[in-house]
């Protein structure tokens, strides 16, 4: 059975870092595309990026390109999304979701959330 | 502004058939396939259909994809009470990203 399983709710202040992952079991990881999807309170689905555990390859969207990292760790089969410096704006919730074999394929399982509060 | 774009809302009656349009360009749902997801309150997304047209095990046939040039369609026939949630289009775009639709938020009267 295909599980992703999220790191749990975060608040921070404005300026500091954040680390979320995504622990992915019940498939090969480094076959498939994962990404992560923002949805900012009471809004609709923002496609943040993707990355293929299998060579690294990585795609932002322009919104989020220089803004967040996403990264993996294939050892143990964990996604990332970190920030270096969180603003108020980056209040929202966080999924991540499985990508298809191919780029295009867009996802199907997702992640349950994680809640990043950023408040002073 | 989203760069698949979808009706804010819909409506329809228990038993109703109830469609949800999502227009795009030749970059994304002319050129790739089209996703649809159920966001019930307080949820995850949950796919509903993918490529264009299939449905994952376990969704009802109630629900249906079509695609047709640049523009999809969702359609969702014998209208229930639990079908009431937010529904959102997606695609990939030959820019080199994900894009997403706005979202339809349903309301089963």
């Known amino acids: 059975e295909v599980q992703l399983v999220q790191s749990g709710a975060e608040v921070k202040k404005p300026g500091e870092s954040l680390k979320i992952s995504c622990m992915c079991s019940g498939y090969t990881f480094t076959s498939y595309w994962i990404g992560w999807v923002r949805q900012m309170p009471g809004k609709g689905l923002e496609w943040m990026g993707i990355?293929?555990?299998?060579?690294?390859?990585?795609k932002y969207s322009p919104s989020f390109q220089g803004q967040v990292t996403i990264s993996v760790d294939k050892s143990i089969s964990i996604a990332f999304l970190q920030w270096s410096s969180l603003k108020a704006s980056d209040t929202a919730m966080y999924y991540c979701?499985?990508?298809?074999?191919?780029?295009?394929?867009?996802?199907?399982?997702w992640g349950q959330g994680t809640l990043v509060t950023v408040s002073s | 502004q989203s760069v698949l774009t979808q009706p804010p809302s819909a409506s329809g009656t228990p038993g109703q058939r109830v469609t949800i349009s999502c227009s795009g360009s030749?970059?994304?749902?002319?050129?790739?396939?089209v996703n649809w997801y159920q966001q019930l309150p307080g949820t995850a997304p949950k796919l509903l259909i993918y490529?264009?047209?299939q449905r994952p095990s376990g969704v009802p046939d109630r629900f249906s994809g079509s695609k047709s040039g640049t523009s999809a369609s969702l359609a969702i026939s014998g209208l229930q009470s639990e079908d009431e949630a937010d529904y959102y289009c997606a695609a990939w775009d030959d820019s080199l990203n994900g894009v997403f639709g706005g979202g339809t938020k349903l309301t089963v009267l």
């Open positions: 990355i293929y555990p299998g060579d690294y390859d990585t």
């Open positions: 030749s970059s994304n749902i002319g050129s790739n396939v």
């Open positions: 979701a499985r990508g298809g074999q191919r780029l295009t394929s867009m996802h199907d399982y």
């Open positions: 490529s264009n047209n």
